[in-house]
Every structure is written in structure tokens, then in C-alpha cells.
């Protein structure tokens, strides 16, 4: 009878850490996917930068060129 309830007790415990660590495990899932979702949103928004500022040194060149004709 007290290894029975041991035994149950012990089967909860187990029960409990199993749950405990697939949450942690689902947790650290969404946190990477987070992290990836930031450094494609920087990347994305560094490109768009980028192509900005390729536009504005065109648009400089061609006014420059205007000017020295």
C-alpha cells in the first residue's frame, strides 16, 4: 500500500516534468521563430534602405549631369 502511493506519486511527478518540458520545448520553438521573424524584418527593412539610397544617389547623378550639359 505506501509503495503503491509512491508509485503514484511518482508517476505524477513524472507526468508533470513530461508536460513541463514540452512546453519549454514549444516556448523555445516560438522564441527562435520569433528571432528568425526579427532578422528577416531587419534584413527586409535594411534591403528597402538600401534601395533607397540607390535611388537618391541616382536621382543625384542624373540632376548633376543635367547641370553640367
Known amino acids: 500500500m505506501f509503495l503503491d502511493q509512491e508509485l503514484k506519486k511518482i508517476q ?6 513530461a ?6 520545448r514549444r516556448l523555445v520553438h516560438i522564441e ?6 526579427g532578422v528577416r524584418r ?3 527593412n535594411l534591403s528597402l534602405g538600401l ?4 535611388q537618391i544617389f541616382s536621382f543625384l ?6 547641370r553640367s550639359r
Open 12 to 17: 505524477e511527478d513524472k507526468n508533470r516534468l
Open 19 to 24: 508536460i513541463c518540458c514540452d512546453l519549454r
Open 32 to 37: 527562435v521563430q520569433g528571432i528568425c521573424s
Open 42 to 44: 531587419t534584413f527586409s
Open 51 to 54: 534601395a533607397v539610397v540607390e
Open 61 to 66: 547623378r542624373e540632376r548633376s549631369k543635367g
